[in-house]
């Protein structure tokens, strides 16, 4: 009974986390550019000094550093997607490999479509491919950290 009620939680948790991520995501890419290009100047200020040292122009620094972003917010984003499959089946999470990923991909697909409609900004097919590499990267992350989980319960059982 605990363990179910514990269970309930988890799942009503990440299905919030995953929903509120994909609202974080989709807003920011209804921001203008000079917005959202904003919000990287004060990391890319703080960046510039030891990028300098490799030659890197400003403005180079400043588009690795948003790119960086895309990559790690979407990396989140797989994590809480495949810890929804997890809730779901908590010993073959690896069965939702294909929606996860379909809706890590759609979830891409949108966000730069959004960008379409935005003041300043442009979809670009490179930055769904970004996205979705994040995508695939932090449900594979979460993938091996349950992999270990299950071998731990397992052993602990045995």
């Known amino acids: 009974m605990r363990e179910n009620r514990a269970s309930k939680r988890f799942t009503a948790i990440v299905f ?3 929903a509120l991520m994909t609202a974080f995501i989709w807003v920011h890419s209804l921001m203008p550019a000079d917005l959202s290009s904003q919000e990287s100047a004060g990391l890319t200020e703080l960046l510039y000094g030891f990028f300098r040292q490799f030659g890197m122009e400003k ?7 948003r790119k960086l972003a895309h990559f790690s917010e979407y990396a989140a984003f797989g994590c809480l997607l495949l810890s929804c499959a997890y809730s ?7 069965r939702y ?3 996860v990923l379909f809706a890590g991909l759609m979830t891409a697909v949108i966000d730069e479509t959004v960008q379409l409609f935005s003041e300043g900004r442009a979809g670009m097919i490179a930055d769904v491919w970004i996205d ?3 995508v695939l990267c932090g449900a594979l992350i979460t993938l091996g950290l ?3 989980h299950v071998r731990r319960k397992r052993k ?3």
């Open 16 to 18: 919030t986390l995953t």
């Open 132 to 134: 979705f590499g994040g």
């Open 146 to 148: 349950t992999a270990l």
């Open 156 to 158: 602990n059982h045995q």
């Open 88 to 94: 779901r089946d908590r010993f073959k999470p690896w």
């Open 97 to 99: 490999a294909v929606p």
């Open 59 to 65: 403005t180079a620094v400043h588009q690795l550093i």
